[in-house]
């Protein structure tokens, strides 16, 4: 068995080999492998838990370098299906001179989109502890059908729902149906981690406290929100806070909130009951934050994913004589 399952897309990123240009003027990409929720399967397995992915890619030398990469992570990919109907999907992605993102998409479309629900390994998903999903396998069928299985499973199973809508506007026809698409799962999630621009664009709300109220249901247990280098704001039915982030040189922001979605659910797998001490889930969060940070250091998303002790280095350094929690149990 495996502690978190993780289920969506898994793509082919190709990077600039520059940063600050635009796609017109790249003068190379590097292929990298990435999609949000294998990203944080990767990430898992490189903090030390066991994690499985469940998805499609096509039948194609992407998907074959996809799930060879996800098998020398250590991902259990029993649950990665291949598509003789559809291609790997490819995303551009620009980088401006401050590490931040502009994506061009290949997906018309792509293996991930066919996912269906008779493929999903539910078997996994049953023995499992936690589900974690983001909003892009909402957009279509069958895979929204696929996620909607897994959900009732889990669910069923008593497994801990975790939820990043990874907001990715281009995809879905427009707005207002991204927001319907993400909205339409929200009340099934226990965790639900945002980025400021993803309340904001939720709730039309700019300030985060009544942002998140209005996005609270009662079967919620922990809310953050991701603040870029400002770290992060949580959210439980007793408690809220905020978390500093780390001061880092970003070379490729890209795979940095599912660094920090890794980071955070090793933290509650370690500490189940988190969400009701605020010295613990503070510094779960810190922990979350600099697995992020780190992740935005080097180019790529699986590539640039750190190891537990890199991560154990990174706070010994960056707060020398530390003695929290964190050193004893959250990075195990």
Same mark, same amino acid.
């Given at each position: ?17 520059v940063s ?18 294998a ?13 499985a ?10 998907g ?6 996800l ?16 291609r ?6 620009s980088?401006? %001179?401050?590490?931040e993102r502009?994506?061009?998409? +290949?997906r ?18 049953? !023995?499992?502890?936690?589900l ?17 299985t897994?959900?009732?499973v889990?669910?069923q199973?008593?497994?801990?729902v975790? +939820?990043?809508?990874?907001l ?27 980025s400021?621009?993803?309340l904001?664009f ?33 959210y ?34 370690n500490?189940? %009951?988190?969400?009701h ?7 779960v969060?810190?922990?979350a ?25 990174f706070?010994q %350094? !960056?707060?020398?004589? +530390? ?10």
């Open positions: 068995m495996v502690d978190v399952i993780t289920l969506g897309e898994l793509l082919i990123d190709f990077v600039p080999t600050g240009v635009t796609l017109i003027d790249a003068p190379a990409f590097k292929k990298a492998p990435g999609g949000a929720p990203n944080v399967a990767a990430g898992l397995v490189k903090l030390g838990v066991s994690s992915f469940l998805g499609k890619v096509g039948n194609d030398a992407f074959l370098f996809l799930k060879a990469t098998d020398q992570s250590g991902v259990d990919t029993r649950g990665l299906v291949f598509s003789q109907d559809a790997t999907a490819l995303a551009f992605v980088l401006r %001179a401050d590490g502009e994506f061009m998409f +290949y018309h479309p792509s293996a991930d989109m066919l996912f269906s629900p008779e493929e999903v390994a539910v078997d996994l998903i049953r !023995a499992a502890k936690i974690h999903i983001g909003s892009i396998s909402l957009i279509s069928e069958p895979s929204r059908s696929a996620t909607l897994a959900l009732k889990a669910r199973q008593g497994l801990l975790s +939820y990043d809508p990874n990715r506007l281009m995809l879905w026809p427009d707005a207002p149906a991204a927001k319907k698409g993400i909205l339409s799962i929200w009340e099934q999630a226990h965790l639900v981690k945002v400021v621009e993803e904001f939720l709730t039309g709300v700019e300030d985060l406290d009544r942002a998140v109220e209005a996005l609270w249901h009662d079967d919620l247990r922990l809310f953050v929100v991701t603040l870029g280098a400002d770290g992060c704001r949580y439980t039915p007793r408690i809220k806070g905020q978390v500093q982030g780390f001061n880092v040189q970003a070379v490729d922001t890209t795979g940095a909130g599912d660094g920090f979605v890794a980071g955070l659910l090793m933290g509650l797998l500490h189940p %009951a988190a969400w001490e605020d010295h613990v889930l503070r510094d969060c810190r922990v934050n600099a697995v992020g940070a780190l992740t935005t250091t080097q180019r790529g998303a699986i590539p640039a994913l750190p190891t537990k002790s890199q991560v154990e280095a706070l %350094a !960056a707060e020398p004589g +530390y003695e929290g929690p964190t050193n004893k149990a959250s990075l195990g």
